[in-house]
C-alpha cells in the first residue's frame, strides 16, 4: 500500500507545478506523514545554499542527503548548520573516517569540474556508508550537487545521486548507479507582469555502469579511482542531458512558440478573407 | 676603439669567424689561387637552378645559388617561408638588445663606409639589416686586420689550396651581394659610395670577372673570404652597378632571406670543415677564435689595420647579407614569382627583422650547437608552410581545459589501473571528446529531424511513461561509451533505467525528519461504512402501587418456590405479561409493579437469571430499574408476607447498604447487593 501511494504521490509531484514544488511535497507529508522520509529522499527539490562560518563562510549546497533535523552538514568542516545539541550531534550521520577522505577529494574534484564547465555557481559532494562497517573500498553512496544561479531567478540544479556496490559477477568490477535530476528554472521577470516568461521543469534519469577497478591497490588508490569513475560518468550524464535539453525541450518550446505565432497571423488572415469574401457575394447580389 | 668592438664580436659565431679567419690569411695573396677553383664551380651553375627546389636542405642547393646570382626573383618566393619562421624569430627576440648594441657600433663605424650609412638610412628593415650584417661583417673586419698577420695560429692553419678556394668563393659572393645589395638599395641613397669606394674599385674590378664566374663553393665559405676586401668593393659596386634597378622590393625579400642564409652558411660551414680539418677545430671552438682574433688585433703593430678593420666591419656586414641573399636567391627559384604587394612588404620586412635577430643567437651559440639548430630548422620549414595553408582547427577555450583535465584523470587512471589494461576512465574520456564533437554535429542535424523526434517523446499519456525514451532517440542520446569495444572488454554497460522500475540510493541512515515534518499527525482515515451508536438520551421508571404489588405477589407465590424448574418458562411469562401491562397501562400503575415484583422473585429462585428489560431502552439503565423495583418489592413483602419478616432485619440492613450504594451511583454493586440479599430465599 505505501508503495502505491508513493508512486502516486510522484505522479502526482511530477504533474503538479514545478514551481511550487516545495509547497506541493509539504502537503503530501502532511497527507502521508508516514511516506516523508521517503518522499523528502526522492524528489529533488531546488538546492539551497548555506555558508559555513568556520570556513571562511564559504558557500555549500543543501539537500535532503546532507540534512539532519533542520541542519545541514557542511562539506568543508564536517559540522551541520546550524549546529545541532550534543544529543542530536551524537546521531546525527556522519561519513566513516576513511569515507570523509574520499569525500574531501571528491569536493576538491567536482569544484575543478564545475569551474571547467560551469564558470561559475557552487558544487558540494557529500558521501555516506552503505554498511555500517567502516569503508573499505567497495559499498558507498553519495550525491553530487552543482548549483548556478544567473539571476535570482534564473537557476540550474543539477543533483546527482549515486551508489556504488561490488558487482556481483566479479569482485573487481563495481556498479555505479547514477540517478541525474536536472532542475532547469529559467524566469525573464519584469515588473510589466504582461510580458513575464517563464520556463521551468527538471528531468531525471537513471544510469548504471559496472566500472572495474583493482582492488589490491591501497585505499587511497581505490579511492581515487573511484572519483575518476565518477567524476567521467557525471561529466558524460550531464553533456547528455545537456543536449536532451537543448535538442528536445527547447526546440519543443521553439515550435509551440512559432506554432502560436503563425496561429495568430493565420486567424487574421482568414478574417479578412472573409470581409473580401462577404464584399464580393454583397456585390454579386447588387447585380 | 677597435678593441672595443672586438670583444663582441667574439660572440658571434664561431664557424662564421674561423671560415673568415681561414681565407684571411691567404687572402690578397691567394686571390688568384681562388679564382681557378671558381672555375670549377662555374661548371655547377646548372644545377642551382634545379636546387631551388630542394632549397636549404642540401648544401648544394647554396652552390648552384652562387652560380645563380643574377636572379633577384627569388627573394620574391622567400617572404612566404620568413612568414613561415614567424615563431622561430619570435623566439629569437629575446637577443634584440644585442643586435642594438651592434647596431650602435656600426653606427659608428658607419661614418667611414657609405654602404652602412645608405642601408641604414632606407628605413627601419634597413636597419636590420644592417645589424646582421654587422654581427656577420665584424669578425669579417676582424679577418682583414688579422690576415696580415701570419703569427696566429689559426690563419697559419689555412692552406694555400683553401685560400685560393675560399677568396675565389668571397670574391663570388661579394658579387652577388653587391648586385642584391645595389637593389635593395635601389632607392638610390648611396651616391656617396663610389667616392668612398674608389680606392677599392680596381679590387673590385679585378674580381668581377670572378665574381661572375662565383660557384656555391664561395657562398659556403662566403662571408669570411669577402670581407677581406670585397666589403668596400660590394657597396661599391652595389651602388654603381645596381643604383639604376632600384628595386625595393628585394631588399624585403633579402631581408627575410637572411635568417635563411645563415643557415645555410651553418651548413656550408660544416661542410667546410669536412674538408678543412684545421678550419674545422678553430670553427668549433668559436670562442678561441674570437680571443685569437683578438689577440691577433692586439699584436698588429700597425694600428692602422685596427682602424681600417673597424671600417670593414660595416662593410662586411654589408656583404654578407647580400652574399645571403644571394645565396637564397638561387636556392629558392622556384618560389612564386608575384610578389607580396607593397602594402605587404612593410610587413614581409618586419617578418623578416625576426628572422635577422635570429642570426645573432645562431652566432653567439655554440658552433656544435649551431649545427644542430641549422639541422632542426632546416626541416622545420617545410613543416611550418602547411600550416599556413591549413591551420589546424582551433580548439575551443573550455574544451582545451576540459581536455586537460580529462587527461589529468587519464593519466591518474592509467597509472592506477594499468594491471586492469586499459582503463575505463580513459576510454570514457577519449569517447566523450568524440562524443562532444559529435553532440554538436547532432545538435544539427537533430533539429532538422526534430518533429520526428517528437513523436516519440511527447507522446500522449500513457504511452510511454516518463522514464523511457523511444528507441530512435535513446540510441542518439546513449553513451557513446557502449560502442567501444575497449569498454565492451571491461564489462562496462551503461544503460538507463527507468524510475519506476528502480529508485536511487537512500540516504544516510539515522537522519531525523525536520521539525516541520516531524509535527505532522496523521489524518485518519474513516471507513466508508455507516455505524449506528446508541445513546440513552431517557430512562423509564415504574414504581408498581403497593395493592397491586401484594396481590400479584401472593397469588403467584406458591409456584415461584415450589417450582425451580418451570421457574424461566414463568419468568417469560411474567415478563410478557408486565410488557402488556406496561402497554396497556401507565408507567406508574401498580399492575406493572407486581409483574415486576414476582418477575424480581422468579429472578431470586434462578440464580443466573438475566435481566429483563422493562422498556426499549437498553443498558445499564434497565437494569437499575429493576434493581430498584426489587428493592421495593422488597419492602412490599415485609409488610404484607409474614413469611418474610424473619429475614426481614437482615434484608433491611442490607438493603439499606445497598441503598447507600445506590445513592453514590453504582447500580450493578446495587443489583449485586440485592442478589446477594435474596440469596437466602433461594433455598427455600
Not at chain 1, 98 to 112: G, K, M
Request: net charge negative; proline share 7%; hydrophobic share 30%.
Amino acid at each position: 500500500m505505501s508503495d502505491a501511494q508513493f508512486d502516486a504521490a510522484l505522479d502526482l509531484l511530477r504533474r503538479l507545478n514545478p514551481t511550487k514544488l516545495q509547497e506541493n511535497l509539504n502537503n503530501l507529508i502532511e497527507l502521508q506523514p508516514n511516506l516523508a522520509q521517503d518522499l523528502l529522499s526522492s524528489v529533488d527539490v531546488p538546492l539551497s545554499i548555506r555558508k559555513d562560518p568556520t570556513d571562511s563562510n564559504r558557500e555549500y549546497l543543501c539537500c535532503d542527503y546532507n540534512r539532519d533535523i533542520d541542519s545541514f552538514r557542511s562539506p568543508w568542516s564536517n559540522t551541520y548548520f546550524p549546529e545541532l545539541s550534543s544529543e542530536d550531534s551524537q546521531d546525527s550521520p556522519f561519513p566513516s573516517t576513511p569515507l570523509r577522505q574520499v569525500e574531501i577529494l571528491a569536493n576538491d574534484s567536482f569544484d575543478i569540474y564545475r569551474d571547467l564547465y560551469y564558470e561559475g555557481g557552487i558544487s558540494s559532494v557529500y558521501f555516506w556508508d552503505l554498511n555500517e562497517e567502516e569503508f573499505d573500498g567497495h559499498d558507498f553512496a553519495g550525491v553530487v550537487l552543482f548549483k548556478k544561479n544567473q539571476s535570482d531567478h534564473s537557476n540550474w540544479d543539477s543533483i546527482h545521486v549515486f551508489e556504488v556496490t561490488a558487482s556481483p559477477s566479479s569482485s573487481d568490477t563495481f556498479n555505479y548507479r547514477v540517478t541525474t535530476t536536472i532542475i532547469l528554472h529559467l524566469d525573464k521577470t519584469n515588473y510589466d507582469h504582461d510580458s513575464q516568461m517563464m520556463l521551468s521543469g527538471n528531468l531525471t534519469r537513471q544510469t548504471e555502469k559496472d566500472i572495474g577497478v583493482d582492488m589490491s591497490r591501497p585505499l587511497e588508490i581505490i579511492s581515487t579511482s573511484h572519483v575518476a569513475n565518477l567524476g567521467s560518468l557525471i561529466e558524460d550524464i550531464e553533456s547528455q542531458m545537456r543536449n536532451l535539453l537543448e535538442t528536445v525541450y527547447f526546440e519543443k518550446t521553439r515550435d509551440i512558440f512559432h506554432q502560436t505565432k503563425n496561429a495568430a497571423i493565420a486567424s487574421s488572415a482568414e478574417e479578412t478573407n472573409k470581409d473580401a469574401h462577404a464584399e464580393v457575394i454583397k456585390g454579386l447580389q447588387s447585380l | 676603439m677597435s678593441s672595443e668592438s672586438i670583444p663582441k664580436i667574439p660572440e658571434r659565431p664561431s664557424r662564421t669567424k674561423t671560415v673568415e679567419l681561414s681565407p684571411s690569411p691567404g687572402t690578397e695573396a691567394g686571390n688568384a689561387k681562388a679564382s681557378s677553383e671558381p672555375s670549377t664551380l662555374v661548371e655547377k651553375p646548372t644545377v642551382p637552378r634545379q636546387r631551388p627546389m630542394l632549397k636549404a636542405k642540401t648544401m648544394t642547393s647554396f652552390e648552384s645559388g652562387a652560380a645563380s646570382v643574377g636572379l633577384p626573383q627569388v627573394p620574391l618566393q622567400r617572404p612566404i617561408r620568413r612568414s613561415t619562421t614567424e615563431e622561430l624569430n619570435n623566439v629569437m627576440d629575446n637577443t634584440s638588445k644585442e643586435l642594438e648594441e651592434i647596431e650602435n657600433l656600426i653606427s659608428k663605424h658607419s661614418a667611414r663606409s657609405t654602404c652602412k650609412k645608405k642601408i641604414s638610412t632606407a628605413s627601419r628593415d634597413g636597419e636590420v639589416i644592417s645589424i646582421s650584417h654587422n654581427e656577420q661583417g665584424t669578425p669579417l673586419s676582424m679577418k682583414e686586420s688579422f690576415t696580415p698577420h701570419p703569427l696566429l695560429p689559426e690563419t697559419n692553419r689555412h692552406t694555400e689550396d683553401e685560400d685560393n678556394d675560399e677568396t675565389s668563393l668571397s670574391s663570388s659572393l661579394v658579387n652577388l651581394s653587391n648586385d642584391e645589395i645595389s637593389k635593395a638599395s635601389g632607392s638610390g641613397v648611396c651616391p656617396g659610395k663610389e667616392g668612398v669606394n674608389a680606392v677599392l674599385d680596381h679590387k673590385v674590378e679585378d674580381k668581377g670577372i670572378l665574381e661572375n664566374d662565383t660557384t656555391p663553393e664561395g657562398i659556403i665559405q662566403p662571408v669570411d673570404v669577402n670581407k677581406n676586401v670585397e666589403d668596400d668593393k660590394s657597396c661599391a659596386q652595389a651602388w654603381t652597378e645596381n643604383a639604376d634597378s632600384g628595386v625595393k622590393a628585394a631588399k624585403i625579400t633579402k631581408l627575410a632571406e637572411s635568417s635563411f642564409e645563415e643557415l645555410q652558411k651553418h651548413q656550408e660551414e660544416q661542410e667546410k670543415k669536412i674538408f678543412q680539418n684545421p678550419t674545422e677545430e678553430e670553427s668549433t671552438t668559436s670562442l678561441n677564435d674570437k680571443a685569437g682574433i683578438e689577440n691577433s688585433a692586439e699584436e698588429n703593430p700597425q694600428p692602422a689595420i685596427s682602424s681600417t678593420s673597424i671600417v670593414a666591419v660595416p662593410a662586411n656586414g654589408i656583404k654578407i647579407p647580400s652574399k645571403s641573399k644571394s645565396e637564397q636567391g638561387n636556392n629558392i627559384p622556384m618560389v612564386p614569382q608575384s610578389r607580396p604587394r607593397r602594402n605587404l612588404e612593410a610587413s614581409v620586412k618586419k617578418e623578416g627583422s625576426p628572422n635577422v635577430e635570429n642570426k645573432p643567437i645562431l652566432e653567439e651559440q655554440d658552433p656544435i650547437e649551431v649545427d644542430a639548430e641549422e639541422k632542426h630548422k632546416s626541416p622545420v620549414l617545410p613543416v611550418e608552410r602547411p600550416k599556413k595553408h591549413a591551420p589546424p582547427p582551433v580548439p575551443k577555450k573550455p574544451s582545451s581545459r576540459i581536455a586537460a583535465f580529462q587527461e589529468m584523470l587519464q593519466k591518474r587512471q592509467q597509472q592506477d589501473l594499468h594491471n586492469n589494461g586499459t582503463s575505463p576512465a580513459t576510454t570514457n574520456s577519449e569517447n566523450m571528446m568524440k562524443k562532444a564533437t559529435e553532440s554538436s554535429t547532432a545538435a544539427n542535424t537533430t533539429k532538422a529531424d526534430f518533429t520526428n523526434k517528437l513523436n516519440g517523446l511527447f507522446a500522449l499519456p500513457g504511452l510511454i511513461s516518463p522514464g523511457q525514451l523511444p528507441a530512435s532517440l535513446g540510441k542518439k542520446l546513449s553513451l557513446p561509451d557502449a560502442d567501444s569495444p575497449g569498454e565492451k572488454e571491461e564489462q562496462s554497460q551503461t544503460k538507463n533505467v527507468s524510475l519506476s522500475t528502480t529508485r536511487r540510493a537512500r540516504g544516510p541512515r539515522g537522519r531525523k525528519l525536520p521539525s516541520k515534518v516531524a509535527g505532522v499527525e496523521k489524518i485518519e482515515e474513516d471507513s466508508n461504512s455507516n455505524e449506528i451508536e446508541i445513546f440513552n438520551n431517557w430512562n423509564v421508571y415504574s414504581f408498581p402501587s403497593k395493592e397491586v404489588a401484594l396481590e400479584h405477589i401472593t397469588s403467584n407465590k406458591q409456584p415461584t418456590i415450589l417450582s425451580n424448574e418451570h421457574s424461566e418458562d414463568a419468568l417469560s411469562e411474567e415478563v410478557r405479561d408486565i410488557r402488556k401491562g406496561q402497554l396497556k397501562q401507565p408507567s406508574n400503575e401498580t399492575s406493572d409493579a407486581v409483574s415486576t415484583i414476582a418477575l424480581e422473585e422468579k429472578r431470586e429462585n434462578t440464580a443466573n437469571a438475566e435481566s429483563v428489560p422493562l422498556s426499549p431502552t437498553v443498558g445499564n439503565s434497565e437494569t437499575v430499574s429493576e434493581k430498584s423495583l426489587s428493592l421495593s418489592e422488597a419492602i412490599a413483602n415485609r409488610d404484607q408476607d409474614d413469611l418474610t419478616e424473619i429475614e426481614e432485619q437482615r434484608m433491611e440492613n442490607e438493603m439499606e447498604a445497598e441503598l447507600g450504594r445506590q445513592l453514590s451511583g453504582s447500580y450493578e454493586d446495587v443489583d449485586s447487593a440485592v442478589n446477594s440479599a435474596e440469596a437466602p430465599y433461594s433455598p427455600r
